[in-house]
């Protein structure tokens, strides 16, 4: 009940928050780039441009449009992306590449998490020893380099050199292999829909594929909550109540995993929460280095042609996503900290 | 020896290695438990009692070490009566595991920070239980309560059967199979509520399942001693564990121990700068010069003679309620850097009766008059 009540405030005060963001994107949309460019080429009479102008609404003063499209997306109609092959719906487009993107997403968060907090609790338990100076040269180097210098090095080395050496290698591009597998999307999760129909070696074919890039975009996350875990591990073993616990006569085992994990685990969920919608920002970039089809590389179309129901379309569906997200890490605390328990 | 100790500390030595040097926190403390005995630790902040208590439990973190001395623990077993002294420095970890919290048990500072704030009082608490008790037979009860709840409630055959079942658990009752982790977690929940009734927790079967920043700095402070108390150690630390809380409450709890230790036959220490306390609560008193034991003695006799100059200071330095004076007495000076301690005895450059032997060598504890020990060359005979 009072779960309930936290959860519509939330949204009821994310409400705000996204209307700010389209409003934002909306007006820096316009100013950046010409719509009416989109639907003129060379060939294009030039009587009849007036005809375009006025047929797509352009000739409205701009809060009238800007209401226009307001009042379009209250009611379930994001507008037409004109960037794509044939203009389609954006929330189309959307469903369409949706799933390619939050199923990489998803699954480099997996990893970093997996991977980052065990090795932050290790780096902070054997402190200043060699395991500790190894992981923190590995997650130095994880926020250090950008991504998509980062992607192309293990493009690079992973694809063309093992290929070249004769090395068993990674795939660079796409979701899977197109000329051996067919995939007919139920949910849109490869690696889920090929579960349902029981076809393993496209399974592992996917997950071959999406090797590269989900570590790609994971490896800052995962760097980040290295960093996190290991700095909040440390500050708690220094709590009074870690003191506590070890004079209850408990193993170190137990006083690190039980007392003082849950503990530490607090600041790291928030960074989760916020890494999260970087991702999707990641996800841009490493999209168009592996030449994956989701919605990244229709963003990067969409802002390179001024597509300004695309730029909208993605920022409006990145920002419910981090509000999502914050709302989930919320959730965590929660569960995570009576403290700060609803209610 | 013939007199019955739980604990005793000799010569006990920890550094901390830090930055600026290494402090020399412990120099050789000195210090007897007798079993049943409610003994003080006082001294000035600062002077290296929680190091010493900290020491008794080896919970001392790095940078500080323990470097020498002896600590040992005197074990009664509670069937045999017999007496093994253990000596606590020379143990394994794993050993070491198996005393704290179950044969030696402290309790904390501060109410508000040593709790750990995301888990229930009644987990903590049980978690201790569960930890160094055999839940055997408190299992077996708390099945066989629970099934004569339910024989209340049920009429016809089903009674029989549960009747049946209780027979069988009562039978088992003296040598009670090995509980699953079900039973234990039930047992332990169980006596952790028979713990907060007996350090007259309010509401325990409420508090038993609230998290710490939901009680008062008190009932906090109650839960800890809860803690510390549920595997009935042979000796209790209580490291200022009065200091945090309000003059009334802090009667409160230390009535609480003083009961308890007639109850469970516990050896208490307490650590306190509060020279109120000791003369309430405790019958033997150890006082502390910059991580020296410089007197010990009956607390009476401490009170009433004091014969080193610190401790004499410190009974002047206390208000008296009947005295009206422009500035109140105080001990010149200031608690030396223990970084570069003074030479010879670390009180000299304090001491109103410094001789030139006191600069340059250490005073020894000596039994000058029975029952009462001091290191000081220069011994104020008691005034």
């Keep these: 009940m009072k779960l309930r009540d936290f959860i519509l405030r939330r949204i009821v005060l994310a409400i705000p928050v996204v209307f700010g963001v389209v409003t934002i994107t909306w007006f820096l949309a316009y100013i950046v780039g010409d719509p009416v460019s989109m639907y003129i080429t060379e060939r294009t009479p030039d009587a009849a441009i007036p005809g375009i102008i006025e047929s797509h609404g352009f000739n409205e003063p701009l809060p009238v449009q800007f209401f226009l499209y307001i009042t379009n997306l209250l009611q379930g109609d994001w507008g037409t992306s004109t960037s794509t092959a044939t203009d389609a719906p954006v929330l189309d487009i959307i469903a369409q590449r949706f799933p390619a993107t939050i199923e990489l997403a998803l699954l480099s968060m997996i990893i970093a998490i997996i991977l980052g907090i065990p090795l932050g609790i290790i780096s902070a338990t054997k402190k200043d020893k060699p395991v500790d100076h190894i992981t923190r040269i590995f997650a130095l180097a994880g926020v250090s380099m950008p991504i998509f210098w980062f992607g192309l090095m293990l493009k690079y080395i992973l694809f063309f050199q093992f290929k070249a050496w004769g090395l068993p290698y990674l795939p660079s591009s796409n979701r899977y292999n197109i000329q051996l597998y067919d995939h007919v999307a139920t949910t849109g999760f490869i690696l889920i829909d090929s579960l349902l129909v029981g076809d393993i070696r496209l399974f592992f074919d996917a997950l071959r594929h999406m090797a590269m890039p989900a570590f790609c975009l994971g490896y800052l996350v995962l760097a980040i909550i290295t960093r996190m875990m290991r700095s909040s591990m440390l500050e708690v073993l220094k709590e009074d109540y870690i003191t506590l616990a070890k004079s209850k006569g408990l193993t170190q085992r137990i006083v690190v995993y039980r007392h003082a994990l849950r503990n530490a685990l607090i600041p790291t969920v928030t960074v989760i929460g916020l890494a999260f919608g970087g991702l999707m920002t990641g996800a841009v970039l490493t999209e168009t280095i592996f030449n994956w089809p989701g919605l990244g590389r229709w963003a990067v179309r969409s802002i390179l042609q001024s597509d300004l129901a695309g730029i909208n379309g993605f920022t409006l569906l990145v920002a419910l996503i981090v509000v999502t997200s914050n709302l989930v890490v919320d959730l965590i605390y929660g569960t995570l900290d009576p403290r700060i328990r609803f209610g | ?383």
């Excluded at chain 2, 708390?142 to 079942?165: A, H, M, P, Q, S």
């Excluded at chain 2, 007639?262 to 309430?280: F, K, P, R, W, Y």
């Excluded at chain 2, 991580?291 to 410190?314: C, Q, R």
């Design chain 2, 1 to 383: 020896m013939t007199e019955d100790f739980a604990l005793k500390v000799e010569g006990l030595v920890t550094n901390f290695y830090t930055y600026e040097g290494v402090v020399l926190a412990l120099a050789g403390v000195d210090l007897f438990l007798r079993r049943g005995d409610t003994m003080g630790i006082v001294g000035e902040t600062g002077c290296g009692k929680s190091v010493t208590a900290r020491s008794i439990l080896r919970l001392v973190e790095p940078p500080g070490r323990i470097e020498q001395g002896s600590i040992t623990f005197f074990d009664r077993d509670r069937e045999t009566n017999e007496i093994a002294p253990i000596e606590i420095l020379d143990l394994e970890e794993a050993e070491m595991m198996d005393i704290r919290g179950n044969k030696i048990a402290i309790v904390f500072q501060d109410p508000a920070t040593f709790p750990n704030p995301v888990f229930r009082i009644g987990t903590q608490i049980a978690e201790v239980i569960m930890l160094h008790q055999d839940l055997g037979r408190a299992a077996l009860e708390v099945k066989i309560e629970e099934l004569e709840v339910n024989l209340d409630k049920t009429e016809g055959d089903r009674r029989n059967k549960i009747e049946e079942k209780i027979e069988h658990y009562k039978s088992q009752l003296d040598t009670p199979p090995e509980p699953d982790d079900n039973d234990k977690k039930a047992a332990a929940w169980k006596l952790a509520i028979d713990m907060l009734k007996l350090v007259k927790m309010p509401a325990p079967e409420q508090v038993i399942s609230q998290y710490p920043h939901e009680l008062s700095g008190g009932m906090r402070q109650r839960a800890l001693i809860a803690m510390a108390l549920s595997c009935n150690p042979a000796i209790l630390i209580c490291d200022e564990a009065t200091t945090a809380l309000d003059v009334t409450v802090q009667a409160q709890v230390l009535n609480l121990l003083n009961e308890l230790k007639s109850e469970i036959g516990t050896s208490i220490m307490i650590i306190t700068h509060d020279l109120g306390v000791v003369a309430e609560t405790c019958n033997w008193v150890n006082v502390m010069y910059a991580g020296n034991t410089v007197e010990t003695a009956a607390t009476e006799e401490i009170f009433e003679t004091p014969m080193h100059p610190y401790t004499m200071g410190l009974l002047v330095a206390v208000p008296k309620l009947h005295e009206t004076k422009e500035r109140l007495d105080q001990i010149r000076g200031s608690v030396p850097n223990l970084i570069t301690p003074p030479t010879g005895c670390r009180f000299h450059p304090r001491c109103d009766f410094v001789t030139e032997i006191c600069k340059n060598d250490r005073p020894r504890l000596r039994e000058l008059k029975p029952g009462h020990w001091v290191a000081c060359h220069n011994p104020q005979g008691g005034s």
